[in-house]
């Protein structure tokens, strides 16, 4: 099954430090992991395949009511910022048939690992923020999502939790 994107590359551009320049090719599979890592953990399977069911059935025509308010007023701000903390690791890096390489610029210099952990973890507050908002508007309106309560087996229950903790060893 095709893959339906929650956002475009502009909804990105328009609401993170990314540049309007950038090759899409560089930040698209982000977009993609993380809608399948966060997005998918915090709406559940159920919930989470019914969005893209709708949205790839009719070039999202078909997404109304409560679930296009969800996708537009909570899914998106999360997708974008959960895609930011994914993408910003790999951001200075590309790899070629030459192997692995660092970009520079002629008129920039490069940030250090420290700088970078600390965009991740602005991303990662937004990206919080926003899931609980989308974790609130769905409990307080839970018939609305009735997939949000269904999943069973194998499917990914939602995760009701929206603190990232740190990982414990």
């Known amino acids: 099954m095709a893959t339906a994107l929650f956002i475009s590359r502009t909804d990105l551009v328009k609401n993170t430090i990314v540049s309007g320049n950038l090759d899409t090719d560089k930040f698209i599979q982000f977009i993609k992991i993380a809608q399948e890592i966060h997005i998918r953990n915090y709406l559940g399977s159920k ?14 025509a078909s997404l109304t009511g409560a679930y296009l308010t969800l996708v537009n007023d909570y899914v998106q701000d999360m997708l974008i910022h959960y895609a930011m ?81 740190g990982w414990v060893l």
């Open 47 to 60: 919930l989470y395949d019914k969005i893209s069911i709708d949205i790839l059935g009719t070039g999202g």
């Open 85 to 165: 903390v994914d993408y910003l690791p790999f951001a200075a890096y590309q790899v070629s048939n030459g192997g692995v390489f660092k970009h520079t610029s002629e008129n920039a210099i490069s940030v250090d690992k420290n700088e970078v952990d600390y965009l991740v973890a602005k991303e990662r507050e937004f990206a919080e923020y926003y899931t609980r908002r989308m974790i609130e508007y769905v409990t307080y309106n839970i018939s609305s999502f009735p997939e949000y309560n269904t999943n069973t087996n194998e499917d990914v229950h939602p995760d009701k939790d929206s603190l990232f903790n």
